[in-house]
């Protein structure tokens, strides 16, 4: 018993340490993308170019797998069309960023209206406001991008990105050390 205890203590040490060095990893990316926000763009397009092509030849290759002729139908016409937007979007990736940009414009300020709409259906819950105030910087998020549309696409995606990564490499640093400090072996 003594031993499997030990051998469990020293795998969570090891699965911390993981954990610290993979939120170090995400800390950078994130530095790098808020720095370098065109270039984080470009592979944020070109890592979405990527997933519809894989998926796309997943789909190719599940229409030999269904039964019906409708289903066999369906499954290749999906899959040559995540082909081609993929791949499209592989051969023109400026111009996958600036769609990306206007979709995440879009999706900013509908998020922002239904927030806004959220907080006047619930103005009497506490804590309401922050619902009010998430709809309205939401949605002035959405504004920026829109009107600066499409030149925000050389900062938009990649800069949203950035903060995302930063944000999510810190808060698991943070765990990671307070979940170390907590451990019996630390």
């Known amino acids: 018993m003594v031993f499997t205890g030990l051998v469990g203590r020293s795998a969570a040490v090891k699965g911390l340490g993981l954990s610290v060095g993979w939120s170090i990893v995400l800390v950078v990316l994130g530095l790098l993308a808020i720095l370098l926000p065109g270039i984080a763009g470009l592979v944020v397009a070109r890592l979405l170019a990527w997933v519809l092509v894989i998926a796309g030849a997943l ?91 499409p030149a925000s696409a050389m900062w ?4 949203i990105v950035g903060i995302d990564l930063l944000m999510t490499g810190w808060t698991h640093l943070m765990v990671s050390q307070a979940l170390k400090r907590r451990s019996p072996t630390a």
């Open 59 to 149: 789909h190719l290759f599940h229409a030999f797998a269904v039964k019906g002729v409708g289903s066999i139908v369906w499954e290749l016409l999906l899959g040559v069309l995540f082909v081609l937007a993929g791949g499209y979007m592989l051969m023109h990736p400026l111009l996958s960023l600036a769609s990306l940009t206007l979709l995440l414009a879009v999706m900013f300020l509908v998020e922002g209206v239904f927030h806004i709409l959220n907080f006047f259906q619930n103005r009497s819950s506490a804590g309401s406001s922050w619902l009010l105030l998430d709809g309205i910087v939401t949605l002035l998020l959405g504004l920026v991008i829109w009107r600066q549309w």
């Open 156 to 159: 938009a995606v990649g800069l």
